[in-house]
């Protein structure tokens, strides 16, 4: 079990934006989309956004995919680099080890624009949602929903992942801060990985005889931990909270097992990457990032909020 960080070690991860950093023109037409793994569902749905998005606008795409291999995904970019391009759109597998090869890319003049994961340097323009704002939303319906002195959990994603801090950042402002009669049990970083909450809230199950409320970075993570529960027949009475609003996710929350999950706009990303890039290669370039909002999901909004 790869239960990395008990307790509460933050470490944000820096992500340099180009907003008026005078980043260079495309040197050609084609796109590069550079995914850190095909296999992940959420960025699955970034993807096939922009894929959709780029083919009606006629806009040629090489796709890769780095199985969630950083040193993998260094080799597919440096080829790409190579090549040359008019953009290449980064899901980074490893935002630190990355940066050496951005950096390559700003060299070479091709720009760089960062979706969903983030990278610890390099020049880059994102397609992005603010992290804090979801921890938020988790955190403001927590403290109004969980019963007085309740105990929770919290599963982080990978905590070299800003996204991963940021949400964590926001639920503690918003919730534990303000409500200082729940207690935190324990706090683990599971990383992204329904598999890895699973093992985890088995543990915590061992531990804990009462547990109120989950909290995850992630629908996966919150499915994770539901299905534990479910096993072991205590689901019933435990508040579970999830971002991304995957359907699976959805269907949790239409079946009463999640009480929220916050919709992180996977179609939005990747039409908004789609379209940084197209300026780049139209002789427009963008100077600055794009941000999309989140939207919190409950059994009263979901069938006002598609997917």
């Not at 795409?61 to 597919?76: H, P, T």
């Not at 060299?107 to 880059?124: C, E, L, W, Y």
């Not at 801090?165 to 990383?191: M, N, Q, Y």
């Not at 097992?257 to 990747?270: P, S």
Request: proline fraction near 4%; aromatic fraction near 6%.
């Amino acid at each position: 079990m790869n239960l990395r960080k008990w307790g509460l070690l933050l470490l944000p991860a820096a992500c340099l934006s180009l907003a008026g950093c005078g980043l260079p023109g495309a040197s050609s037409d084609r796109v590069i989309y550079a995914n850190y793994d095909d296999g992940d569902g959420f960025c699955a749905q970034i993807k096939d956004a922009f894929a959709a998005k780029a083919k009606a606008d006629g806009i040629e795409v090489e796709f890769l995919d780095a199985k969630n291999d950083g040193n993998m995904q260094i080799d597919q970019l440096n080829e790409a680099i190579g090549r040359g391009a008019g953009a290449i759109i980064l899901l980074a597998a490893d935002g630190s080890s990355i940066v050496k090869t951005i950096e390559k890319a700003n060299d070479a003049g091709i720009p760089i624009i960062t979706v969903n994961r983030s990278v610890a340097g390099g020049k880059v323009l994102r397609a992005y949602s603010d992290d804090v704002e979801a921890g938020r939303m988790q955190g403001e319906y927590m403290a109004a929903h969980l019963p007085p002195n309740a105990k929770i959990v919290y599963l982080q994603g990978d905590e070299t992942q800003s996204s991963a801090v940021g949400r964590w950042e926001g639920f503690k402002a918003a919730c534990l801060d303000k409500r200082p009669d729940i207690r935190l049990l324990s706090f683990v970083d599971a990383g992204w990985s329904k598999a890895e909450a699973l093992k985890t809230m088995m543990l915590w199950m061992n531990m804990f005889p009462e547990i109120n409320g989950v909290v995850a970075g992630n629908d996966e993570m919150a499915l994770g931990a539901i299905a534990a529960l479910k096993g072991a027949n205590r689901l019933e009475g435990c508040l579970i909270s999830g971002v991304d609003a995957t359907p699976a996710g959805l269907a949790a929350v239409t079946a009463g097992e999640m009480v929220q999950t916050v919709k992180q706009d996977a179609k939005g990303q990747g039409e908004a990457a789609l379209t940084l890039a197209e300026g780049f290669i139209k002789g427009n370039p963008p100077s600055s990032d794009t941000s999309i909002p989140f939207t919190s999901i409950t059994q009263e909004n979901i069938g006002q909020v598609g997917n």
